[in-house]
């Protein structure tokens, strides 16, 4: 564990905004958050400034400084934290880095001269995934991964504000150096060695009791499915659980923690489109068990007080960038975030932005509390309070978003609808019906929502035209069942599938006796999800996978793409070759790959008369 000197005293400090703020019983569901619509006395700091709009950045560090004295000045358990999101540095475009190291620095020279205790978090994805004319002797290779990609990323880190350290954690990129390392421990190596790190997780105790933890992402030619899910591997889960252990919330440990996407369960903003369809959303998306026991230790361990992720590209404007801790079940839906805040970090360069916003994170706390704001490097490095949090005691907290949403028109893309336990779309539960006729006998289309819980606890629904598996704990999305292709038009009804003599009640004394002869006796009840074409009278049984889930877990990682993209060029040349008057864009067109995925959900058709 590295641990920085304590100097003298202090941080910048919490703002007025903290004291006597709405507790989460009193606030709406993270899916649909409660904004300040009007700024109270304790909105603005003793300097009269309004913090939760963008603002220059010595006036709003000198408001926060000022704030702090009056309240009593600083101490050693106060801390400032800047937080990048995927830097995909591209060589050729250092100038917008450099501006927005520039940004960084007076608000880390604030910090320094009030008590010391700084750090620079990278939530990795270092380099671009794309040639940027760096190897002349290979100007096909990436540059994402490669050995001047993380040379050429820690010296940016470390210059940002050089008397400020700097930790970093992998990302789905950064093992991307495939044409130099053969495999991703030979990638990894060079990876901590040019960050001076020891693992690929990182602790480091920033103020009295006060930790930044770093997961990182180490597998990527070995993935199972897609290279761009973010794995932590099981060396680095049992370490964050021993540590989580020896750190309790009633000794008075407060931990934040930085990976690069964020938990299962995390609620915040994604997009379904790309990482809900290629199954990369979540920390070991792919994996069950391990998908899920991130938001389980969440939930177990309330000295977590937050959790910094990027990999979305998406800005900090939404409020659901930001999702609060647990909320009393009968004050609405019931997201059991334990006491942990959740935050989606943005980008630093425009080319590597997917709604416009270049924006990092700035993270200021003390023994009483953090603040959440947001650098606008588009503005100039332009400074905004986002959301206070407010420790009541060791395992309960009180928070409050500090802006309305600030979503523009265009931005609606990006919401995706999440089920929540008993919302208007829960759809008959077939769970407890023979046959639930989700759609009601009518088509899908590109306007329907529905969810519904298979008896088996699995969870499927509707969107945007879409059939999406969901978590069955969480409820957040896991991946594509089906296509709107494959769906829209069609109908969706869930049967009872099981032989009569199968069923047997858990309850009755004779339990499991009743399905002795059926070869997989269980007390679920057996159920088909049924698709019908409504015209062609075709019925599309939608078989799950052997693990149970219904996803489809069928997007091949990218050394496997990447061969096959060179087994296509090579029989274009040999087209080329062999066949006379062909030219190249007639080659491309008469070539295509075919191939069989033992993991895709199998489908049976049958035909009605």
Not at 42 to 54: E, F, Y
Not at 526 to 544: G, R
Not at 566 to 591: F, M, T
Request: aromatic share 8%.
């Amino acid at each position: 564990m590295k641990t920085p000197v304590h100097h003298a005293v202090l941080t910048l400090a919490l703002a007025d905004s903290v004291l006597g703020l709405m507790p989460f019983s009193t606030m709406r569901p993270s899916t649909a958050p409660q904004p300040r619509t009007s700024l109270s006395a304790t909105d603005k700091d003793s300097a009269g400034m309004d913090r939760t709009k963008l603002s220059n950045a010595d006036e709003w560090i000198d408001a926060a400084v000022k704030s702090t004295l009056d309240k009593g000045g600083f101490d050693d358990s106060s801390f400032l934290v800047g937080v990048l999101g995927d830097l995909h540095i591209d060589p050729r475009k250092m100038e917008e880095y450099e501006e927005g190291a520039a940004h960084w620095r007076p608000i880390f020279e604030a910090a320094k001269e009030a008590h010391g205790n700084t750090c620079l978090v990278s939530l990795g994805d270092l380099g671009e995934s794309k040639n940027c004319d760096h190897n002349d002797a290979n100007p096909a290779e990436l540059f994402a991964g490669t050995t001047l990609c993380h040379e050429i990323a820690a010296d940016f880190l470390g210059n940002v504000c050089p008397d400020v350290p700097y930790e970093v954690i992998g990302g789905n990129h950064d093992l991307e150096g495939i044409d130099e390392f053969k495999t991703d421990q030979e990638n990894l190596d060079v990876f901590m060695k040019a960050h001076n790190k020891p693992t690929p997780q990182f602790c480091r105790e920033i103020a009295d009791k006060t930790l930044l933890v770093g997961l990182g992402s180490t597998v990527f030619r070995d993935a199972p499915y897609t290279s761009h899910e973010v794995i932590i591997d099981e060396e680095q889960i049992e370490w964050f659980e021993n540590l989580l252990k020896d750190k309790p919330a009633d000794d008075g440990w407060k931990i934040f923690v930085f990976s690069h996407a964020p938990p299962n369960g995390s609620g915040l903003r994604i997009i379904q489109e790309n990482h809900v369809v290629n199954g990369c959303c979540w920390l070991n998306h792919s994996n069950e068990d391990q998908c899920r026991k991130f938001i389980e230790l969440v939930r177990e361990h309330r000295s977590i007080k937050a959790w910094f992720s990027g990999h979305f590209h998406l800005g900090q404007d939404y409020q659901d960038s930001i999702t609060f801790p647990t909320i009393p079940p009968e004050e609405g839906p019931y997201p059991n975030r334990g006491s942990c805040v959740f935050a989606q970090t943005s980008v630093m360069r425009s080319g590597t932005s997917r709604d416009g916003r270049q924006q990092s994170r700035l993270l200021r706390g003390n023994k009483d509390g953090f603040e959440v704001c947001t650098l606008d490097h588009k503005a100039g490095g332009k400074i905004r309070l986002d959301a206070t949090i407010t420790y009541r005691d060791n395992s309960h907290e009180v928070g409050i978003y500090m802006h309305d949403d600030k979503a523009y028109e265009h931005d609606n893309y990006f919401k995706v609808y999440q089920p929540t336990a008993g919302d208007q779309q829960y759809v008959c539960g077939a769970e407890t019906d023979e046959l639930c006729s989700i759609t009601d006998g009518e088509p899908v289309t590109m306007e329907t929502k529905a969810w519904w819980r298979l008896s088996n606890n699995r969870v499927l629904g509707v969107l945007n035209g879409m059939l999406l598996e969901y978590d069955q704990s969480t409820l957040a999305p896991l991946g594509l069942v089906l296509t709107k292709e494959e769906l829209i038009g069609k109908s969706i009804t869930v049967v009872d599938s099981g032989v009569e003599e199968c069923y047997f009640d858990p309850d009755a004394d004779d339990a499991g006796m009743e399905g002795a002869e059926c070869v997989d006796g269980t007390a679920e009840r057996e159920q088909a999800v049924l698709i019908h074409d409504l015209e062609t009278n075709k019925i599309t049984v939608v078989q799950p996978n052997e693990d149970g889930s219904y996803w489809r877990k069928i997007v091949r990682n990218k050394m496997a793409r990447m061969k096959e993209k060179r087994r296509e060029q090579a029989a274009i040349a040999y087209a080329l070759e062999r066949v006379a008057g062909l030219d190249e864009k007639e080659a491309k067109k008469s070539i295509e790959s075919t191939w069989v995925s033992a993991n895709q959900p199998f489908v049976a058709v049958v035909v009605l008369d």
